[in-house]
């Protein structure tokens, strides 16, 4: 269970990362996530529980203190608000400050205010202002001139991107159905969701990534013929009236990297493919 869990928060510890998110909020997600899993679990068990029995099997399924799980079922189990990063907080505090330069001449890195080390200062004195800068940089926040050694912002930074938050949409909609139908499967829930990926090994990263053009004709088919096929169930169930509450989400995914060093293989059974492929 432990290694399942790994291989999922590897990447949300890099999605993390990379949009400067910081654990303090993730934490604050995973330890909600838990509370509403466990509350709709008890609930489900005996939908007759009393409010304070119902907090105690809350704390009991997830090792969250009481106090806890009754802030937070109170709170009406809301996601929290996260808390920006460092370099986020300055770069908010820079950009809505009317009296420090917006332009691409910025502020000298060292020295007196007004300087970006000075303004770090007011943020932070628990982080050195060089490391702020280097986040910032990363999450290209800021531009530094290393030649007058002068930071400016990215105002491109200022303008929320839309494929970014489309992107994310996307993420969070197709990742977490596909997740949840993963975890419905493990927890042995009835009818089981159909789950299914081809996996191979022993291929240069040329031959893996070339493998793309197939799974892509593939989709072009299977959109062709399910879209036609869900808009006629769509109409049918108007016209007769059925309750329209269900939702269905159909995708396909190919993901290829070369691996810094050897992995073992999944389990194989008797219906796996030969010659390195498995379904």
Do not use: C
């Amino acid at each position: 269970m432990l290694e399942a869990m790994q291989s999922l928060l590897a990447p949300l510890g890099r999605l993390a990362v990379a949009q400067g998110l910081h654990f303090d909020s993730l934490e604050a997600l995973l330890k909600l996530a838990m509370v509403q899993a466990a509350r709709e679990a008890a609930l489900k068990a005996k939908p007759e529980a009393l409010p304070h029995r119902l907090v105690s099997r809350i704390a009991t399924a997830t090792g969250i203190n009481r106090r806890e799980v009754t802030r937070l079922v109170g709170e009406s189990l809301e996601a929290p608000r996260p808390r920006p990063s460092m370099a986020l907080r300055l770069f908010f505090r820079w950009s809505t400050d009317p009296a420090l330069p917006q332009d691409e001449a910025g502020l000298p890195r060292q020295g007196p205010a007004p300087s970006f080390d000075a303004l770090a200062a007011l943020v932070t004195r628990d982080v050195h202002p060089r490391s702020l800068l280097d986040d910032m940089l990363r999450l290209k926040l800021v531009n530094w001139q290393q030649d007058s050694d002068r930071v400016s912002l990215n105002r491109a930074a200022l303008v929320p991107d839309r494929d970014q938050a489309r992107l994310l949409g996307l993420l969070g909609g197709n990742v977490g159905d596909h997740l949840s139908a993963a975890v419905d499967n493990v927890a042995g829930e009835q009818p089981r969701h159909f789950e299914q990926a081809i996996w191979a090994n022993g291929l240069s990263l040329d031959s893996a990534q070339g493998v793309r053009g197939l799974v892509e004709s593939h989709w072009q088919q299977l959109t062709q013929q399910l879209v036609p096929e869900l808009q006629r169930r769509i109409d049918r169930d108007e016209a007769d009236g059925a309750p329209t509450d269900a939702v269905v989400r159909v995708g396909m995914f190919m993901y290829s990297q070369r691996r810094p060093a050897p992995t073992a293989e999944p389990a194989r059974d008797e219906e796996d493919l030969p010659d390195g492929a498995n379904d």
